[in-house]
């Protein structure tokens, strides 16, 4: 009887030992094949958090700074770390609507419930301080640290540039960037892009379920630390910048100023402007957006991009030319009779005194002396066909950086125009057009497009005497990163440095020189300033209105190109900005005898009256 | 074959008492783990669960001791009393006793706490033993299995009473101690087999449910025939079906659950296996068949019963009655968390103390019921397996002692530690690894807390003590 049922012992342990295997199963499929667990388990309890190094700052060739970081915070969240919470209060501690909360903790549960989300950029300090007494009450929302460009002189927004979150097209493209870090998107930002951003670093935290950080993980082993942004110092003049920037204001058209003996850029304005604070954080895409709209074109950065007509300044390149061919000398003559007249064509000319020789026609900017000296350059004998000297007339022009890249550190620069002998060929059929057809680029018109930091250039090498530097924006990179070699080399036009004296000589006659010198009103007392002036014919309003000088004329600090759209002659308001701005950098004011016409500038309107 | 007094340490079972003391130690190890923080690094830091633990190990010892010296006749002869005064206690506890956690089953008496429900399961193992032990006592009488069940059941309903349902069922397991004494093996099965359907159609998909009561039909049908041939035609034909009757759904976007195929696919294929059966033959298969359609329709019962009729606070009631803890993340998210930090041990776990899983307070209760999370995560594989296979080992080993006693009083005790042993484990890591309902009893020996150590220990310990004892006839 006692043993009776004794057998049951098998099947009761039978049942133990069954489950037990069970387990094990179980056990090796959780812990050992299934890797599904151990992946939770890192979103569980590490926190990942991305420290974003600060961008380098950016100072003026005088140690001013001009950009620098502002700490903001953005709110993330983890949906599965969310409870129930105050939505009311939330709203109102970060200043949004309700439907904005519901909207963005749906987004986030979308992309992942265990790992954080971007909840709302860019808090304020102010608005973070009062958000972080409250963060206890928000279980599943963190702050994370984040910086904002500053721009606390409000100018250069065209040069700075200004940066943004890279877009899914750079992510895929670029795998050093990843979602949520800044990226330059023009100008230096965009093109010291790599010298600014510095390193992303990653610090790995212990969090507990109510997304308390408990520690580092593994003592920081994993973690990299950010690395700061090289700091650049730029060639710019803030002090210059900014008196150019106010005299432009209400008038269409841009200024570049350069340092002829370096190629640094001292100041480099598109005008109409705007304070590039506007394109910083979440103001930036609307105000991206009504920049983009805004019918002056704000945004378009005029210096490096707008392909004008040179104008009669564009003589002083015929002139050297003209002598390196040997079909001109300083002592060639030529007659003007209101304008040029050959073969049915005309091209018109204010009264003065005729002939005139080469400097005097520099002074009074003749248009009848170029139209013949461009002649005899194409005509010349010396070449079989127009072809032949027209292309060797070309080479010349873009040996002063027309019609190609200057290869500066300006993102996005134009070429410009300069057409080739093919494109008259295909314009009036090939051996169809003559020096009389393209007769209007001696003075600068026709199909030329030059853009005013190529101008600039071209009076700098006339500072210079038949060299230049490529303009650049960029002086020092900090760390020991040194500039590009590039920009110290000497590029040499194809023309003699001896013609240039003549020319030069012309230039301080247009300033200078006694009555029918065309800018006399660009006269600086202490100064002997060289320059020439310009005036577009523009077939769609008012002429343009263009100068370029540089000064002193011995050993020059400042070449200059000022271009004013619609601004009528080049008298009128191109030469004296350009005297203005000389006079500011060279002098540091404007002396008491030329404050009027700084206001009769400053108080110039040339948008509204158009 | 009388024995003198000073040789117990001889007769003593040291290796019983070495998977003792093997799992006490696992025990605190993980409890210092689990609670371990680095400004409390002291093991005698008397504030922290861990040095609160080592004061419950060597109170345990000293329990230990005292039940080594009482004669092993007391426990026989004073089994009643012993019974009566935890059901008093149980009694008193719903008066007096203390709430936490919504079980009002504490007492308490300054910084002390007790738990009787924890020593109600000797108490009860004392009485159950006594009485199925006894000489007249026959498990066929009615009158007999009535008694014992109420012996059962009176401390079950006071735990019940104080919403302490974990603790509750633990009793069921005395099913496996009577099943030893005679208890007729159908209703083990079936009580078994129902319980279990209960419980995988609430907690499973029941589509998960249906293929498993189908492939452990097939299983069975093809142990007792031992045909390969005639169990691969039977599953082909089940397969065809359901593959068929998937496609025409599937196609004609005929709204019907895949669950409703399975059982559609089964009832046509019953068709061809009574077919089959007639012709051949063999009766067998009609009930075979029988019991597999009504488990799939018990299963489909219960599911629909509990989705369709009961309204929800009712389903909560259950929920809460099967332990299902109330889960404020989503259903599953403490056997879920539980099973990420497990299965972030991997094969040899992330080391000692370095668990991020358990420490940090992702895994509930982790000190108690979900101890085996920080076992899983800091010792792996390797960890788990041994600490189940230490526990395999300590009740198998009951088992074997439990047969060799010549007392039924003494086996009786014996099969109930074991089988109350190994409903704790069972329960308890099954939990885990969520092959088992979250129901909050702890793991014996390993998870903290003074009461359920002392219960535990008092448990064993006084088998062991019995077992000292095995040759005399007392
Ligand atoms: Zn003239």
Redesign the interface.
């Known amino acids: 009887m006692?043993n009776?049922?004794?057998d049951?012992?098998y099947?009761?342990?039978g049942?133990?030992?069954l489950?037990?295997i069970?387990?094990?199963i179980?056990?090796?499929y959780?812990?050992?094949f299934?890797n599904?667990?151990?992946l939770?388990?890192?979103n569980?309890?590490?926190r990942k958090v991305i420290i974003h190094p600060p961008r380098g700052l950016i100072y003026d060739r005088n140690n001013t700074l001009l950009v620098y970081n502002e700490a903001t915070y953005d709110i993330m969240v983890i949906p599965?770390q969310l409870q129930k919470f105050d939505t009311t209060l939330l709203a109102d501690l970060l200043n949004i609507d309700k439907d904005y909360i519901k909207f963005n903790i749906k987004k986030a549960k979308n992309f992942s419930y265990y790992k954080p989300s971007l909840f709302l950029k860019q808090l304020s300090i102010k608005s973070y301080a009062r958000f972080q007494e409250n963060l206890y009450k928000f279980l599943g929302f963190f702050a994370q640290a984040r910086t904002l460009r500053k721009y606390p002189q409000k100018i250069a927004a065209h040069i700075l540039g200004y940066v943004g979150e890279v877009d899914k097209k750079i992510l895929e493209k670029n795998k050093s960037y990843k979602q949520g870090d800044y990226i330059g998107l023009s100008g230096v930002e965009k093109y010291y892009e790599n010298i600014l951003r510095g390193k992303t670093g990653s610090k790995i935290f212990?969090?507990?379920?109510?997304n308390r950080i408990?520690?580092n993980?593994k003592n920081g082993k994993y973690d990299t630390i950010a690395i700061a942004g090289n700091n650049l110092t730029l060639t710019l003049d803030a002090k210059l910048q900014a008196f150019g920037e106010k005299l432009m204001q209400n008038k269409i058209g841009s200024i570049v100023a350069i340092e002829p003996s370096s190629g640094e850029i001292l100041t480099l304005i598109s005008s109409p402007n705007y304070d590039p604070n506007l394109l910083v954080g979440r103001i930036r895409s609307k105000n991206y957006r009504k920049l983009l709209l805004d019918s002056l074109k704000p945004l378009f950065n005029r210096a490096i991009n707008a392909k004008y007509p040179p104008g009669s300044t564009f003589k002083l390149i015929n002139a050297l030319i003209g002598m390196q061919e040997n079909v001109l000398t300083e002592n060639t003559y030529y007659t003007c009779n209101h304008g040029y007249h050959f073969g049915g064509i005309t091209v018109g000319c204010h009264g003065h005194k005729s002939p005139l020789n080469l400097k005097e026609s520099i002074q009074i900017s003749c248009n009848s002396y170029y139209c013949n000296v461009f002649k005899s350059i194409i005509d010349n004998k010396n070449y079989p066909t127009t072809t032949q000297s027209y292309n060797a007339w070309r080479n010349y022009v873009t040996s002063f950086g027309f019609g190609r890249y200057l290869e500066s550190d300006i993102y996005d620069e134009s070429k410009g125009f300069v057409p080739k002998s093919t494109y008259y060929d295909k314009y009036y059929k090939k051996n169809h057009w003559s020096a009389l057809t393209i007769i209007s680029l001696a003075i600068g018109q026709g199909e030329l497009g030059i853009t005013p930091l190529q101008m600039a250039n071209m009076a700098s090498i006339m500072a210079n005497r038949g060299f230049y530097y490529i303009p650049h924006i960029v002086k020092k990179i900090s760390g020991g990163i040194s500039i590009s070699p590039k920009f110290e080399v000497k590029h040499f036009t194809k023309i003699n440095e001896k013609y240039f004296s003549t020319v030069v000589d012309g230039m301080e006659l247009v300033i200078n020189g006694g009555p029918g010198s065309t800018a006399r009103i660009a006269k600086i007392d202490s100064i002997i300033v060289c320059g020439k002036t310009g005036t577009a014919q523009n077939p769609h309003g008012k002429d343009h209105s263009i100068f370029i000088a540089f000064a002193p004329k011995d050993n020059p600090k400042i070449a200059i190109a000022v271009y004013i759209e619609n601004g009528g002659f080049g008298a009128t308001w191109a030469a004296p900005i350009a005297s203005l701005m000389i006079e500011k950098y060279l002098t540091k004011k404007i002396s008491k005898k030329r404050k009027y016409l700084e206001n009769y500038i400053l108080n110039g309107n040339l948008i509204n009256k158009k | 074959m009388r024995q003198t007094k000073n040789n117990i340490l001889q007769k003593i079972d040291w290796i019983t008492v070495l998977l003792y003391l093997t799992l006490v130690i696992i025990g605190w190890i993980n409890i210092y783990a689990a609670v371990y923080n680095t400004s409390h690094k002291s093991i005698l830091d008397f504030s922290q669960k861990y040095g609160k633990q080592l004061i419950w190990i060597f109170a345990g010892i000293i329990l230990i001791i005292i039940i080594f010296t009482i004669k092993s006749r007391f426990y026989k002869f004073f089994a009643y009393p012993i019974y009566i005064v935890t059901i008093l206690l149980l009694f008193f506890v719903l008066l007096f006793g203390r709430e936490v956690n919504g079980a009002r089953s504490w007492f308490e008496i300054g910084n002390f706490r007790l738990q009787p429900a924890e020593f109600a399961k000797f108490a009860t193992s004392l009485a159950v033993a006594k009485y199925v032990g006894s000489f007249n006592f026959n498990i066929k009488k009615i009158k007999n299995l009535l008694a014992t069940l109420m012996l059962i059941f009176i401390p079950v309903i006071f735990i019940l009473l104080q919403n302490d349902t974990g603790s509750a069922l633990v009793y069921f397991i005395f099913i496996l101690v009577l099943f030893r004494e005679g208890l007729s093996a159908n209703i083990l099965i079936f009580g078994f087999i129902a319980v279990i359907l209960f419980i995988l159609a609430l907690i499973l998909k029941i589509i998960t449910v249906l293929i498993l009561i189908l492939a452990i039909a097939f299983i069975i049908y093809w142990l007792s025939q031992r045909k390969l041939k005639n169990i691969i035609i039977a599953s082909s034909i089940f397969t065809a079906i359901s593959l068929i009757l998937w496609i025409i759904k599937h196609y004609g976007n005929i709204n019907l659950s895949d669950s409703y195929v399975i059982l559609i696919s089964f009832i046509i294929s019953s068709v061809y296996y009574i077919f089959y059966a007639f012709k051949n033959n063999i009766s067998k298969i009609y009930s075979f068949v029988l019991i597999t359609l009504a488990s799939l329709i018990f299963v489909f019962s219960v599911n629909y019963a509990f989705n369709n009729i009961l309204e929800q606070h009712q389903r909560d009631r259950i929920n809460n009655l099967l332990g299902i803890k109330y889960d404020p993340l989503g259903t599953g998210y403490n056997v879920n968390q539980s099973k990420i930090a497990i299965g972030s041990g991997g094969f040899s776990g992330k080391g000692f103390l370095q668990g991020t899983q358990t420490k940090f307070n992702f895994v509930p209760e982790q000190s108690t019921d979900f101890i085996f999370c920080t076992i899983g995560e800091e010792w792996g594989f390797i960890g788990t397996s041994v600490v189940l296979i230490l526990f395999v080992l300590l009740v198998i080993r009951l088992i074997f002692l439990a047969e060799k006693q010549r007392t039924h009083f003494a086996r009786i005790y014996g099969y109930s530690v074991a089988a109350i042993l190994f409903f704790h484990f069972a329960i308890n890591i099954g939990m885990t690894i969520g092959l088992a309902p979250v129901i909050g009893i702890p793991l014996p020996f390993i998870s903290y807390g003074g009461s359920s150590l002392w219960s535990f220990t008092i448990l064993l310990f006084i088998f062991i003590k019995l077992d000292t004892n095995r040759s005399d006839l007392i």
Request: avoid cysteine; aromatic fraction near 10%; charge should be positive.
């Open positions: 006692t009776q049922y004794s049951r012992k099947i009761i342990s049942i133990i030992i489950i037990s069970i387990f094990i179980r056990l090796l959780l812990q050992v299934d599904k667990y151990k939770s388990a890192n569980n309890s590490q599965n212990l969090v507990d379920v109510h408990r520690g993980y």
